[in-house]
């Protein structure tokens, strides 16, 4: 599926990346559009559950097959979302962004 659903949204094109989930900060998964919780459901930062693990690894391993996942760097932290493929529902991955110094 080649839908990105937020406006900025480019795709990952490092394989090699393998988020962690010390980095987590809130997961999403639900229905597309603008990710208000319509149909959906968010954990938040500090809620390292099943559910925000599964949605880690939901993401990780599309990165490591190549499937189009979108990315998004909104300053302090970097938004990855991969959507179903009959696009219909939608998973995000909320991390906190590297800094170098």
Sequence with gaps: MSVLTAEGLELVTDRSIVLKAEELEK??????GC?????????????VSATSIR???LINKAIANGEQVGF???????????VNPLG???TRVYVRAFKSF
């Design 27 to 32: 997961t999403y998964n639900g229905g597309l």
């Design 55 to 57: 949605r880690l690894n």
């Design 88 to 90: 219909t529902r939608v």
């Design 35 to 47: 990710a208000c919780g319509c149909g959906g459901t968010y954990t938040e930062a500090g809620e």
């Design 72 to 82: 998004l760097d909104a300053g302090d932290r970097h938004i990855y979302e991969l």
